[in-house]
């Protein structure tokens, strides 16, 4: 099996019980906001890869002692892409970003409805953030009636206090005046943001529910490695996408700490540029040139692909069925070339 037969298998019910779940545990809204539960619930099941609680339930059955709930698995995975779609929404306010899996992003859409009936030109950002703390919440609501192990839910809000320091660093680290003097901190977001977020903790938190004695750091050296590779692929390609021969300059604009800057030298001059707010395109061509002259791409991509290599040798040594082994596997040659 790979994990597009996993994805066919598994990805029409987890939509189903994202809905479910939502619906389930709203309470009892005001008659004036059931149209607005009815948006987010369309942005929640917008088209996307579901890698997080497909990983979650690829955990689960690598390690399960007995038969599964499949109720309880699906209302869990459910849940984890329900706070998937509440961090999207806010992360997509805090980077002014217009757009969420090809559609407007939620603050965009409330804007859109509403800009006629109030003059508060904000109420789009505001709704959206009331409602990602409504999803969050509503996950959280969900998890309660579930009887899950303290150990579970201490797992699970690992898994966002992690990633909300990711975020700080990220953050921080973006418009900044000069490249920091630690080393690699791109990489240290990558491993909060986006290895553990992404690809350990659904993985992990499965695996949990299935066997509480599992050894959580085995997985982790397995896992990690790939998500940090994925995030490094990310940074290269969001910038310059070889496929289509174009660049794609957001990354430039937010001013973010990417692998491209953290693999690369720079002089002063080109911290000055890269932190400025605001761009012209003469600077963006200045910053792209100097990137592909300090030698960053060729840096990032074999610490890469080294990554790819040894997620791939250690998920190989860890204590599940082959057949996991082949999808945790496949996943990761197809983040790696898609």
């Known amino acids: 099996m790979d994990f597009n037969e996993l994805k066919k298998m598994h990805q029409k019910k987890v939509e189903e019980y994202i809905e479910k779940v939502i619906l389930e545990n709203k309470l009892n809204p005001p008659k004036q906001i059931d149209s607005l539960i009815k948006t987010v619930v369309e942005y929640c099941l917008r088209p996307g890869k579901r890698i997080r609680p497909l990983l979650f339930l690829l955990g689960a059955t690598s390690y399960?002692?007995?038969?599964?709930?499949?109720?309880?698995?699906?209302?869990?995975?459910?849940?984890?892409?329900?706070?998937?779609?509440?961090?999207?929404?806010?992360?997509?306010?805090?980077?002014?970003?217009?757009?969420?899996?090809?559609?407007?992003?939620?603050?965009?859409?409330?804007?859109?409805?509403?800009?006629?009936?109030?003059?508060?030109?904000?109420?789009?950002?505001?709704?959206?953030?009331?409602f990602g703390d409504i999803l969050f919440f509503i996950a959280i609501r969900q998890?309660?009636?579930?009887?899950?192990?303290?150990?579970?839910?201490?797992?699970?809000?690992?898994?966002?206090?992690?990633?909300?320091?990711?975020?700080?660093?990220?953050?921080?680290?973006?418009?900044?005046?000069?490249?920091?003097?630690?080393?690699?901190?791109?990489?240290?977001?990558?491993?909060?943001?986006?290895?553990?977020y992404t690809f350990f903790y659904p993985f992990y938190l499965g695996a949990l529910l299935s066997n509480e004695s599992i050894d959580k750091k085995k997985i982790e050296d397995a896992i990690i490695p790939a998500g940090i590779a994925f995030q490094i692929r990310d940074d290269i390609i969001s910038t310059f996408d070889e496929k289509s021969g174009k660049s794609n300059v957001t990354d430039i604009l937010e001013g973010k700490l990417t692998a491209l800057i953290d693999f690369g030298e720079y002089d002063k001059?080109?911290?000055?540029?890269?932190?400025?707010?605001?761009?012209?395109?003469?600077?963006?061509?200045?910053?792209?040139?100097?990137?592909?002259?300090s030698g960053a791409i060729e840096k990032a991509k074999n610490a890469m692909n080294s990554l790819f290599e040894e997620s791939i040798s250690k998920i190989r040594k860890l204590d599940l069925n082959d057949a996991s082994k082949d999808i945790l596997i496949d996943l990761i040659s197809r983040l790696r070339s898609d």
């Open 64 to 130: 399960a002692k007995k038969e599964l709930d499949y109720e309880k698995l699906y209302r869990i995975a459910a849940v984890i892409e329900i706070m998937h779609c509440f961090l999207l929404i806010h992360d997509d306010i805090m980077d002014r970003s217009t757009l969420r899996r090809g559609l407007p992003s939620l603050h965009v859409v409330f804007y859109e409805e509403f800009k006629e009936k109030n003059n508060n030109e904000k109420i789009g950002e505001d709704l959206a953030l009331v």
């Open 143 to 196: 998890l309660s009636k579930l009887n899950l192990s303290s150990k579970f839910l201490g797992e699970f809000s690992n898994c966002y206090i992690n990633t909300g320091y990711g975020q700080t660093l990220d953050v921080l680290y973006s418009l900044g005046k000069y490249k920091p003097d630690e080393d690699k901190i791109s990489l240290e977001i990558a491993r909060l943001k986006t290895a553990y």
């Open 269 to 293: 001059k080109f911290f000055e540029v890269y932190s400025r707010q605001e761009k012209s395109s003469e600077e963006i061509q200045y910053i792209l040139d100097q990137i592909l002259k």
